[in-house]
């Protein structure tokens, strides 16, 4: 199994990325996906989540008018639309994937940041200067 994060880079304030997490070795359509990042010096925090089915996600407040997570299983890659990028945005991002059968819909929805996810991507660098 893997999930490779990229399109990560440098962006100006104001500006935008487009990440993509790609998944082999399972089936995406089985699987809830998360977004988060560690910024340097703090701890990791959740980004945005996108459910198996349903079309259910959910983005953190400090992004969610800025940020759009969707998923696309015909080419098993879930994306991260950022927008409007400020400097507190940069660190680096990973994507992490949870078997659907794990925890209920209604589970997942509640606390998509805290589920314990089975897999996990190495991370792409987003740097955005000022």
């Known amino acids: 199994v893997q999930l490779q994060a990229s399109g990560g880079g440098l962006a100006q304030s104001g500006g935008s990325l487009r990440l993509s997490c790609a998944v082999s070795g399972l089936t995406l359509d089985d699987y809830h996906i998360g977004w988060f990042r560690r910024a340097p010096g703090k701890e990791r925090e959740g980004v945005s989540c996108a459910a198996r089915s349903g079309g259910w996600t959910y983005t953190a407040d400090p992004m969610k008018d800025r940020f759009t997570i969707s998923r696309d299983s015909a080419k098993s890659t879930v994306y991260l639309q950022m927008n409007s990028l400020k400097p507190e945005d940069t660190a680096v991002y990973y994507c992490?994937?949870?078997?659907?059968?794990?925890?209920?819909?209604?589970?997942?929805?509640?606390?998509?940041?805290?589920?314990?996810?089975?897999?996990w991507g190495r991370g792409t660098q987003v740097t955005v200067s000022s």
């Open positions: 992490a994937a949870v078997r659907f059968r794990r925890y209920s819909s209604r589970d997942y929805n509640s606390r998509c940041f805290t589920v314990g996810y089975d897999y």
